[in-house]
Every structure is written in C-alpha cells, then in structure tokens.
C-alpha cells in the first residue's frame, strides 16, 4: 500500500478498490495426464471408461477455478462466505461448487451453508482432489456420491475459537435433493439427510502424533415410481432376487442408507524429514438402484419407454492408505487398497447362476493402487499410479475371470 498516493483522487480510489475486494481470492489447478490401460475400451474409474479402440490417451481431467469472497469482523471471526467453482475440460464446462455460508457471531460455533457443495459424508469424498495423493477416489465413493456434491443446506458447529473447550469436534448436520449433480433437478420430493460427526486431529503425545476420526451417516432414499421392487430373499435355501410387484409399492420410498467410520493417523519423521500417515474407512448400508447398476440414479429409471424396476441391496466397500515420504516432504510413496461389495448376499459362482438373477451390478471389486509422488514446489507435483483392478469370478458370460483392466497414469498438477 506504500505504493499508492491517497491524497489524489485515483489514489483514494484505488485505496477504496482494494478495500472493497481484499476479501476475494482466487484459485485452481489444472491435471493433464497419461494413461495407459491393460486393455482396450475397459470399463474404468480410473477417470472414466476408454473409448472402443483405445488403450492410451491424454487427457485434461480436471481444469479447476475457483473464487472465495469472505467478510470479517472486528475480532477476525468469519462473517459470510461466497465461493463458486467450476471445472472446465475437453469434455465441457461445469460448476463444482456454488454456495453461502452466513456464521453466527455470538458464540461463533454456528454456521449455515445453503447451494451447491460437497455432502458431508467420508473423508475421501470431502478430501480435495488438488490435495489428494491419488489420481481417482475409490470405485465405493464415486458410484455411490458420484460428483461428491449435492444442492442442499447444511448447519455446521465448529467453534472458532482458540480457547473454546469443544475446539476439536466439528458436526455437519444436512438435507439434500439426493441424486447430486448427475441431475438439473430433483425428481421426487424425498431429501436425504446426511451427517458427519469429527474429531479434527489431536496431539497424541510430545512427538507431534496426530490422530482424527469421524462417523458419517447418509439417511435418505427415491421414490419408487414403480411397482416392481427387486430385493434378496431366500429360495430353497439359496439366495435370490424376489419381485414384489404389488400396485402399493408405487409411491413409497425405497431406502438409501448409508453407516460410515474414517480414522487418520500421522508420525512425523523428524525435521524435513516427511511422515508416515494411515488412513482408513469403512462404509455399509442399503443402496436403491436397478439391475444393471449400482449407482445412485440421477433421474427416473426407465427401461422401454417404462418406467424401470428397482433393486435394493445391501453392500459394504472400505479403503485403506499407506503413504510414507522418502526422507523429505517433497517425495511421496502411496499404496492404497480398497474394495466395494455391491450384493454382500452372493459372492463368486453364485452371480449369473439362472435362477438368481444377478448381473454384472453385483459383481466385487478389489483394487491395490501404488504410487509415487514429487512436489517441485507448494504450485507443481507429478504423480506416477498404478491401479490393480482385480473382480472376483463368477458365473456371468465375460466375468468369470478376472478382466484385464489395470490403469497406469502419469498426471501433473499445476496450482495457484
């Protein structure tokens, strides 16, 4: 500010300019990659499905902007916060983020958050992808939060203050539309309420270890605009799809309930020298969607021009980190192993037997990953990963060994 003369005009109102927009920050990043895959046209969530044809390709996947705005008061307690995002690619432009958040001033531990942002549920999905070590979030989290956010409201209690005995909780309490932003509308009057319950991370001991945990539920569902609800039931002592097709069903709410836990734990190495960090959750429930997927339905399901039947399943899936620095903090190696089981009541040749009726929906996945990372600087890093996918086999035609679909990416990341 020495640079500016605020005895002329321009100078007072270049001084009455900053004063007005010192509170807006920008920021992104961009990641171009590699890939390269074991097979030609496999399906991945490694960053989408290869093309028929292609076993390689350069690719943007993410082109992130973002801008904050935030307002003080005169104890330097948050007052309100704007922030809009949107990722731009080779496959189009879309909005990420677009939210409010207005805190209460009086004990400053209340916040309400109300547009379109990340739902409160797990650590993976609420981890930025700037800042993960990963290329990609678990197959788990990306079929059933696919995009992560949703459009909702959400109260928040985090005390703010230094000093306040509850510093180290923090709980998300939200409602949401449910189908998250694979959808431009809500299609059924049924919101889902999701709710994540912290311990942000504590000093162990005089070592600097670091531990946090959270519990998370997802409570919520769709409307079934069908009769024909598929669920598991035993049938001469086998486990099988039933249909209830009663006229009843139409109307009622078919459940997508969600139990999750995460824990992180770090060790310092010592000065420079990097840590050693843990990472793990699990998630199970019920999840609602059809035969030839498990993924949470952005509309109504429709199968020939009518409405499709549901399937309701039970599942459980889990993720596990290992990542350990190289003597520095700048070299990173990460291994990270996890699974999602669509269907926990049939496993292995019991998929694709006739008279079950499951498809490739309920197929188990397993997937190890091992990585490296380097950061030239806090702006630029490189990461070299390795994804082993590994489905358990079955009975299905084309899923009875395990398919050839392993991903090796090459990715930098530039940020400011």
């Given at each position: 500010?020495?640079?500016?003369?605020?005895?002329?005009?321009?100078?007072?109102?270049?001084?009455?300019?900053?004063?007005?927009?010192?509170?807006?920050?920008?920021s992104g990043y961009i990641q171009p990659q590699f890939q390269y895959a074991t097979g030609k046209g496999i399906s991945s969530?490694?960053?989408?499905?290869?093309?028929?044809?292609?076993?390689?390709?350069?690719?943007?996947?993410?082109?992130?902007?973002?801008?904050?705005?935030?307002?003080?008061?005169?104890?330097?307690?948050?007052?309100?916060?704007?922030?809009?995002?949107?990722?731009?690619?080779?496959?189009?432009?879309?909005?990420?983020?677009?939210?409010?958040?207005?805190?209460?001033?009086?004990?400053?531990?209340?916040?309400?958050?109300?547009?379109?942002?990340?739902?409160?549920?797990?650590?993976?999905?609420?981890?930025?992808?700037?800042?993960?070590?990963?290329?990609?979030?678990?197959?788990?989290?990306?079929?059933?939060?696919?995009?992560?956010?949703?459009?909702?409201?959400?109260?928040?209690?985090?005390?703010?203050?230094?000093?306040?005995?509850?510093?180290?909780?923090?709980?998300?309490?939200?409602?949401?539309?449910?189908?998250?932003?694979?959808?431009?509308?809500?299609?059924?009057?049924?919101?889902?309420?999701?709710?994540?319950?912290?311990?942000?991370?504590?000093?162990?001991?005089?070592?600097?270890?670091?531990?946090?945990?959270?519990?998370?539920?997802?409570?919520?569902?769709?409307?079934?605009?069908?009769?024909?609800?598929?669920?598991?039931?035993?049938?001469?002592?086998?486990?099988?799809?039933?249909?209830?097709?009663?006229?009843?069903?139409?109307?009622?709410?078919?459940?997508?309930?969600?139990?999750?836990?995460?824990?992180?734990?770090?060790?310092?190495?010592?000065?420079?020298?990097?840590?050693?960090?843990?990472?793990?959750?699990?998630?199970?429930?019920?999840?609602?969607?059809?035969?030839?997927?498990?993924?949470?339905?952005?509309?109504?399901?429709?199968?020939?021009?009518?409405?499709?039947?549901?399937?309701?399943?039970?599942?459980?899936?889990?993720?596990?980190?290992?990542?350990?620095?190289?003597?520095?903090?700048?070299?990173?190696?990460?291994?990270?192993y996890d699974w999602y089981d669509p269907n926990k009541k049939l496993k292995g040749k019991e998929i694709g037997e006739d008279?079950?009726?499951?498809?490739?929906?309920?197929?188990?996945?397993?997937?190890?990953?091992?990585?490296?990372?380097?950061?030239?600087?806090?702006?630029?890093?490189?990461?070299?990963?390795?994804?082993?996918?590994?489905?358990?086999?079955?009975?299905?035609?084309?899923?009875?060994?395990?398919?050839?679909?392993?991903?090796?990416?090459?990715?930098?990341?530039?940020?400011?």
């Amino acid at each position: 500010m020495d640079m500016i003369d605020t005895t002329t005009s321009v100078g007072k109102g270049m001084f009455s300019l900053y004063q007005k927009y010192d509170a807006v920050r920008f920021s992104g990043y961009i990641q171009p990659q590699f890939q390269y895959a074991t097979g030609k046209g496999i399906s991945s969530y490694a960053g989408g499905n290869f093309p028929a044809q292609v076993d390689n390709r350069f690719t943007l996947r993410r082109g992130r902007f973002r801008l904050d705005y935030a307002r003080y008061d005169e104890e330097h307690m948050p007052v309100v916060q704007f922030a809009f995002q949107f990722d731009g690619t080779e496959r189009g432009v879309f909005i990420r983020d677009f939210f409010g958040r207005v805190f209460e001033n009086k004990w400053d531990v209340f916040s309400i958050t109300a547009g379109m942002f990340a739902r409160p549920i797990s650590y993976e999905v609420n981890l930025s992808s700037g800042d993960r070590e990963t290329p990609e979030r678990g197959r788990m989290s990306q079929i059933l939060m696919r995009t992560e956010r949703d459009i909702g409201a959400m109260v928040t209690f985090e005390p703010r203050r230094k000093n306040h005995p509850l510093r180290f909780f923090k709980i998300d309490a939200g409602l949401f539309n449910g189908q998250g932003l694979t959808a431009t509308s809500d299609f059924d009057s049924h919101k889902d309420i999701i709710t994540r319950w912290a311990i942000k991370p504590i000093k162990l001991n005089d070592r600097n270890w670091r531990l946090s945990a959270a519990v998370s539920m997802l409570y919520g569902g769709m409307e079934q605009f069908t009769p024909y609800i598929y669920r598991m039931d035993v049938s001469n002592g086998k486990e099988v799809f039933r249909v209830d097709s009663s006229r009843s069903n139409v109307g009622k709410i078919a459940p997508r309930h969600y139990y999750g836990a995460d824990v992180q734990f770090r060790i310092p190495n010592g000065k420079d020298k990097g840590a050693t960090e843990i990472r793990l959750e699990y998630l199970e429930g019920t999840q609602t969607a059809t035969a030839s997927t498990t993924e949470t339905p952005g509309t109504i399901p429709v199968s020939g021009g009518v409405n499709a039947p549901l399937y309701i399943r039970r599942f459980d899936g889990a993720y596990l980190y290992f990542m350990q620095n190289l003597g520095n903090p700048r070299d990173l190696v990460v291994l990270k192993y996890d699974w999602y089981d669509p269907n926990k009541k049939l496993k292995g040749k019991e998929i694709g037997e006739d008279d079950r009726g499951a498809t490739g929906a309920d197929i188990r996945y397993n997937t190890f990953g091992v990585g490296y990372v380097h950061y030239f600087n806090p702006n630029t890093k490189v990461m070299l990963y390795y994804d082993m996918v590994k489905n358990e086999s079955t009975s299905l035609e084309g899923y009875t060994s395990d398919i050839d679909d392993n991903v090796f990416t090459c990715r930098l990341q530039f940020r400011f």
